[in-house]
């Protein structure tokens, strides 16, 4: 079993990364062919030196002993230096002894007392030629080294070329066929390797897994690319997939908290550009179509956005109430979606005191008693404290989670900075994940907005939900 996941990992890892293996494999095809095409054309020349010793009586396995010996060490001596300075001198050639060294390769013929020489070279002509210098320097090496120390005695091994070097006016090299299939292999498993590697230096979230790991919460809904967001911002409004998935979360969230009949819900993120602002406003809208009075305030002085996406205006709205410019009934907007809204008001200097002042206090005290449901778009958790400040006075956060964007330390902090003040995680929501991202699988995939795959979320069972006292705990796994 256990190699069973390990093998759907890697081939999930695969599929997930399978652009950038593509990507890989293609510039190592496109590299291999160039390099292959390139290659200038080797020509091959091939001699062979037969060696023997005189032999007979009592001393003829001797001799043969000795001669396995000669023929081994003289096929290493085929590419001393000193050899091949003969063979560069003799033919007067441009390359060094140790270039030329490149060329040429000795072997001992299995089975025989042969020495066979091969070489390659630009023509066939310098292939014959250096073949033939080669053999000759290995017989007078032969010859010098076995000279008899005594007159009279007979040399204990001759060398002799067998025949002339042979001429082939075909190229040797490269192999285009070899060549290419081996480059192809070498670029697949590059492919393969850089995706594996590139998957395990990735340190983002991208799955419920990951999610519910890291935060011992419920991920209570996931929004995969919808790459009509721009265009249709207020899916919960339109309907379709998308309104569907905000209707799971809706119900998720009434599951949270059993008991109460009105909500006070915070929605932020770990970093900005995670799409809290956009799950606010279709979740507030998705609320109100519930039958439910819903109020959304834009909370976030410093980036408001909310009053752009309504199509309403932000002039006035929370600062102008809490400095006394205008009561919360006139701050209030109405929208043809069903909700009230409440923006920014003016630009404040110092966000963060205005939202820990008492009037900001009493404020959402009263809303809370107006409205069923109070939901507020806060600023992003870890660049300022607002987030953190106005956790105290609502009955729970939800917190957006970027599929393959929010790092797995940015998600640990923001889940810090709310336990830190007290607050209450209501759950995550997976942002912008890939349609073929699954609970059991990993899903990568880079997206712009918004949308539903091919499976919807579940929504949260009652039963998935214990009670302790007269507030329901946090959510086990959705």
């Known amino acids: 079993m256990g190699k069973y996941v390990e093998l759907r990992q890697f081939f999930g890892t695969l599929q997930a990364r399978w652009k950038f293996a593509l990507v890989a494999f293609l510039l190592g095809t496109i590299a291999t062919v160039a390099l292959v095409f390139t290659m200038a054309p080797q020509y091959g020349s091939t001699v062979k030196i037969f060696m023997s010793t005189p032999g007979g009586g009592t001393t003829e396995y001797v001799a043969a002993y000795t001669l396995q010996q000669r023929v081994a060490s003289y ?23 140790q270039e030329l060294a490149g060329q040429i390769s000795a072997t001992v013929v299995t089975g025989t007392n042969n020495i066979q020489i091969d070489v390659t070279a630009d023509t066939a002509e310098q292939a014959q030629l250096i073949a033939g210098a080669e053999a000759d320097a290995i017989v007078a090496l032969v010859k010098r080294l076995e000279r008899p120390s005594a007159s009279g005695q007979t040399a204990a091994v001759t060398a002799r070329i067998a025949a002339d070097p042979s001429f082939r006016s075909s190229p040797v090299a490269p192999n285009v066929p070899l060549n290419l299939a081996a480059g192809l292999l070498v670029s697949l498993f590059v492919a393969i390797a850089g995706a594996l590697v590139r998957d395990l230096l990735d340190r983002t979230v991208k799955s419920r897994r990951d999610v519910e790991t890291i935060t011992s919460s419920a991920v209570l809904a996931t929004l995969p690319f919808y790459p009509q967001v721009k265009k249709e911002p207020l899916s919960a409004e339109t309907g379709g997939n998308l309104a569907e998935a905000f209707r799971v979360l809706r119900t ?28 606010a406003t279709n979740l507030a809208i998705s609320m109100a179509q519930s039958g439910r009075s819903v109020l959304l305030i834009d909370a976030d002085m410093r980036n408001p956005n909310v009053a752009e996406l309504l199509g309403l205006e932000n002039s006035v709205g929370l600062l102008s109430v809490l400095v006394g410019r205008t009561t919360i009934e006139q701050a209030i907007q109405p929208h043809v979606s069903g909700i009230s809204f409440m923006g920014t008001g003016p630009a404040a200097p110092n966000p963060a005191e205005v939202l820990e002042s008492r009037a900001m206090r009493d404020l959402l005290s009263r809303v809370r008693k107006e409205f069923d449901t109070v939901i507020i778009d806060a600023p992003p958790m870890l660049p300022v404290a607002d987030a953190s400040i106005l956790l105290t006075e609502v009955d729970g956060a939800l917190l957006l989670v970027r599929h393959g964007s929010t790092t797995r330390e940015q998600l640990r902090l923001a889940v810090e900075r709310v336990e830190t003040v007290g607050g209450r995680l209501f759950g995550c929501v997976l942002n912008r994940t890939p349609r ?25 069972k009652p039963e998935q939900v214990q009670k302790s006292g007269d507030e329901a705990s946090t959510l086990s796994r959705s």
């Open 252 to 279: 998720n969230l009434q599951f949270v908290k059993l008991d109460a009949d009105r909500q006070a819900i915070l929605v932020s993120s770990a970093l900005p550009n995670e799409g809290k602002t956009l799950t």
């Open 436 to 460: 073929r991202a699954s609970d059991d699988a990993y899903g990568y995939g880079y997206g712009h907005g918004y949308g539903y795959g091919s499976a919807l979320p579940t929504a949260v």
């Open 75 to 97: 096929a290493d001596l085929a590419v001393d230096p000193a050899v091949l300075d003969t063979v560069v001198t003799r033919l007067d050639l441009d390359e060094t002894p």
